[in-house]
């Protein structure tokens, strides 16, 4: 009886719950007046015939035609009772067989199936897990994230307040639990105070309302955020977090960073202490038609080929890999190897009247993506169009061309025959896809460089024609990634990573030959920092692996992820100057290393990147807080 009545009182409590017992209820009183009603025609109408029952009798045989159970004992003989027999029992089919049966489901039996199943949906974390990840809201970037997380090792827990959709992301195989995001109680169900990081992701009122409402938990915890306005940036400090990033801010540069104008020289993409990760298109060069081997760049340069772009598809690159018109390079070594190579790539460009088109980088779409790839160019010396329907501002010395990008006389306006670049910024994928093949149509030998929303679209996008592809979700994961383990991944197209391990114990003792560590997982070791901090380009491939090296590999998600399933997550423990890292501290003192880490080697001496300056006066913020 204790067991029903908390049934019974959980089940009253759902949402819904009165309005559908009150529906099944007015149904069943209409049910019962057609049984009365029909009970005192009975009566009248056997008056008629001359004959007299009962109440109870008329009753029964009212329940009877209704149920379809049959005439036995009690008939009408006249022509009007038995008209009125069949309009009992067509009644009955309808209403008790029919109806009846429908109206129980839907409005009691189902809800209350429903409330047992939201009852089994967490409400807290089990008690002893620390070091978590709350991740609040489970929006697709949310989702994105929390698996990107989980695949880096990390424990994720997705907040939400939606319980019939908790179940849905339970049976994924998410962490999920259910509460309101404003409700400090939820967070303390949590155990925020133990957690390694809370990520707010919404818009920035409910992330302001979010941070506030964890603050009055934990003072402490890390709280990061993203910003969609620049002026809310202030806001969400003073709400209390810890960090806050403009994403958008963020990707436009990325793309910028991967423009290729001139082909003399390569591009930086990002560096991690002495190791320099850079690409450069072999168009024209003395590189086109040549094998790896034969172009012996390692021997005259000292900079290692760790992987080709062919129209959008990344490969390891093997001694006898032909580099084509269309081969986009992947290098990696030291500040001076790549110098020495851009030395020699301008010799062989001497003989050229021009090394770099006259036409300048158009930029569709003009949001707050494509006003940070164009600025971000013009930065650079570029000259830069953007594209748009409606007026932006481009700012100075950014030209503008209002009109639709699919109309050809716009994109010719803006310069299309003469570019040699072209990004495609809008948050529309089907958009995306339709210009790239637009772009790639009108300019066969352009460099094109897309957006993507969706995971599911980057496949699509390259097929359409894109050379590279990145997308805003990657880009967050990736700067979350960074904060929580400095320095572990850095996303060099969507699906393709540079990412920082540690050897572990199925690692130990091995040489990078004997280990087959490409063979096996598909990855590319390009770099060995050893316990002292020494970094190693392109290691000797007989240097056996030693207790705290850390490894820098490139390869895509596939490889990436069976890197991880084959050697496991062990010797990943960040370290700084030998001891354990602390994000905690790290937000202390006002280091951002993931500001350094996206900012690209080639901006690493100027701000960073997508990051607010307010950050800069961090410290004196939080000693406030």
């Known amino acids: 009886m204790k067991y029903l009545s908390s049934q019974l009182s959980i089940f009253l409590r759902e949402r819904g719950v009165k309005r559908n017992l009150g529906m099944f209820f007015r149904f069943l009183g209409v049910l019962i007046f057609m049984v009365t009603l029909y009970s005192v025609l009975f009566h009248y109408i056997m008056e008629y015939e001359g004959r007299s029952y009962s109440w109870i009798t008329g009753l029964y045989w009212t329940l009877t035609v209704m149920t379809t159970l049959g005439f036995g004992d009690i008939t009408f003989t006249s022509d009007l009772g038995k008209l009125f027999s069949v309009l009992v029992l067509m009644t009955g089919v309808l209403c008790l067989l029919v109806m009846l049966p429908f109206a129980f489901i839907q409005y009691v039996y189902a809800p209350w199936l429903e409330a047992q199943k939201k009852r089994t949906v967490p409400r807290s974390i089990p008690s002893g897990v620390k070091g978590h990840i709350i991740v609040v809201g489970v929006s697709p970037v949310a989702l ?67 941070i506030f409402s964890a603050r009055e938990v934990d003072a402490k915890v890390p709280i990061v955020a993203r910003a969609e306005k620049t002026e809310s940036i202030d806001i969400l400090y003073l709400a209390g977090a810890s960090r806050v990033f403009q994403f958008r801010t963020l990707l436009g540069e990325a793309l910028a960073r991967r423009v290729h104008v001139d082909r003399s020289r390569c591009s930086v993409l990002t560096e991690f202490g002495p190791l320099l990760l850079a690409e450069a298109s072999a168009k024209g ?168 929303t969706l995971d599911r679209n980057v496949g699509i996008l390259h097929s359409a024609g894109a050379d590279l592809v990145l997308s805003l979700v990657s880009m967050m994961s990736d700067a979350i990634v960074n904060m929580l383990s400095p320095g572990r991944v850095f996303m060099l197209s969507e699906g393709l990573n540079l990412f920082r391990v540690g050897v572990g114990q199925k690692l130990l003792g091995k040489s990078l030959a004997s280990s087959n560590i490409r063979r096996d997982t598909g990855c590319s070791v390009v770099a060995v920092r050893g316990k002292g901090g020494q970094m190693l380009i392109n290691p000797d491939p007989q240097r056996e692996f030693q207790a705290g090296d850390n490894l820098y590999l490139i390869g895509d998600s596939g490889a990436e992820s069976a890197f991880y399933e084959r050697y496991g997550h062990e010797g990943c423990a960040d370290q700084k100057n030998g001891e354990g890292w602390s994000l905690r501290q790290a937000l202390a003192d006002g280091t951002d290393w993931v500001a350094r880490e996206f900012s690209g080697a080639a901006e690493s001496s100027g701000k960073d990147a997508g990051i607010s300056s307010a950050q800069s006066d961090m410290p004196e913020r939080q000693e406030q807080q």
């Open 285 to 452: 060069s003395f590189l086109a038609g040549k094998t790896i081997r034969d172009s012996e760049l390692r021997r005259t340069t000292g900079v290692n080929i760790v992987g080709l772009w062919e129209r959008g598809r990344f490969l390891l690159p093997q001694a006898d890999t032909l580099i084509s018109e269309e081969t986009v390079l992947v290098m990696a070594g030291t500040a001076s190897q790549i110098a020495n190579f851009d030395m020699r790539m301008r010799r062989d460009a001497e003989n050229e009247a021009e090394t770099a088109s006259d036409g300048p980088v158009l930029v569709l779409g003009g949001g707050r993506v494509g006003l940070a790839a164009a600025r971000s160019l013009r930065g650079r010396g570029l000259n830069v169009v953007i594209v748009d329907r409606r007026e932006v501002p481009a700012g100075e010395g950014v030209g503008f061309v209002k009109g639709d990008a699919a109309d050809l006389a716009v994109l010719e306006s803006a310069g299309i025959r003469a570019a040699p670049s072209v990004i495609i910024t809008t948050h529309d994928d089907d958009t995306n896809i339709y210009l790239t093949i637009y772009c790639r149509r009108l300019r066969p030998d352009m460099q094109i460089i897309s957006r993507a």
């Open 144 to 210: 994105d994230l929390a698996g990107d997380l989980a695949r880096y090792g990390f424990y994720c827990v997705l907040l939400t307040g939606d319980a019939q959709g908790a179940l849905d992301l339970l049976d994924q195989g998410y962490h999920v639990v259910v509460g309101d995001y404003d409700d400090g109680a939820v967070y303390q169900r949590l155990n925020l105070g133990e957690a390694a990081m809370l990520t707010a992701m919404d818009n920035d009122v409910r992330n302001t309302n979010i």
